[in-house]
């Protein structure tokens, strides 16, 4: 059973340099979305694909971040000159159901910036 | 504001008792999701309830979904080391089924101590 994987799992970067995850979602989910998660908090909705389509973004994504699915299967999400507050974990899910919306998430990336 | 709380944001509490988790909101969702996180890792899917007054069992899970699909409740019983981590609601809410874009709460984190 192949879930939702994510790449790296952990990194550490120094304040302004540039960092990208990966998230590999369920072969047959044509929905994949990011979120955002900060200790003692729920997840926060960064942005939505479906298929190779970016949706919606939140304002929470500001310019400093980007984010793609080039062929509808695997996604990247760059954060370019990191600051100390985009220290998170950093949660990729996926979905095939519209209607109901089950989303299954990776283990997350957990990202801390010095 | 939050537009899904969740009480008691901590609880601990001895091998044996029972518990219940209230996720509360003033708006109506479409479905609303249970999921538990473990440190470090990403959140796994519970349970999703669909119908105002619907109730799923999962072993000693019982979950809630109110009549008027604003809240929900997970009640757990005779509540094990095993149920320890973090609980978390997902409300999608009406009109939101084209993104799927999922609202938590602020999660509930459980300790069962032997």
């Known amino acids: 059973d192949t879930g939702v994987s994510q790449d790296p799992r952990h990194k550490i970067t120094k304040r302004g340099q540039n960092v990208t995850f990966r998230c590999d979602p369920i072969?047959?989910?044509?929905?994949l979305y990011w979120y955002r998660q900060t200790l003692g908090q729920g997840p926060e909705f960064l942005t939505y694909?479906?298929?190779?389509?970016?949706?919606?973004k939140s304002r929470l994504l500001s310019d400093r971040f980007s984010a793609e699915r080039p062929k509808g299967s695997f996604s990247t999400l760059e954060i370019q000159r990191t600051e100390q507050g985009d220290s998170a974990m950093y949660l990729c899910?996926?979905?095939?159901?519209?209607?109901?919306?089950?989303?299954?998430f990776g283990p997350g990336t957990r990202l801390t910036v010095l | 504001t939050q537009l899904l709380e969740q009480s008691p944001q901590f609880l601990s509490i001895q091998e044996g008792e029972n518990l219940t988790v209230y996720c509360n909101s003033s708006?109506?969702?479409?479905?609303l999701q249970w999921y538990r996180q473990e440190p470090g890792e990403g959140p796994v899917l519970l349970v999703t309830?669909?119908?105002?007054?619907e109730v799923k069992k999962l072993k000693r899970l019982t979950f809630q979904f109110g009549d008027a699909r604003k809240d929900s409740s997970l009640h757990i019983t005779a509540a094990q080391p095993g149920d320890t981590g973090l609980y978390l609601c997902?409300?999608?809410?009406?009109?939101?089924?084209?993104?799927?874009?999922?609202?938590f709460g602020q999660g509930t984190t459980l300790q069962v101590k032997p």
């Open positions: 899910a996926s979905s095939s159901t519209p209607l109901v919306n089950e989303q299954f």
């Open positions: 072969s047959e989910h044509n929905r």
């Open positions: 694909f479906q298929n190779e389509a970016q949706l919606e």
């Open positions: 708006s109506v969702f479409s479905s």
């Open positions: 309830v669909v119908t105002g007054g």
């Open positions: 997902a409300g999608l809410m009406n009109g939101s089924s084209n993104t799927g874009k999922l609202i």
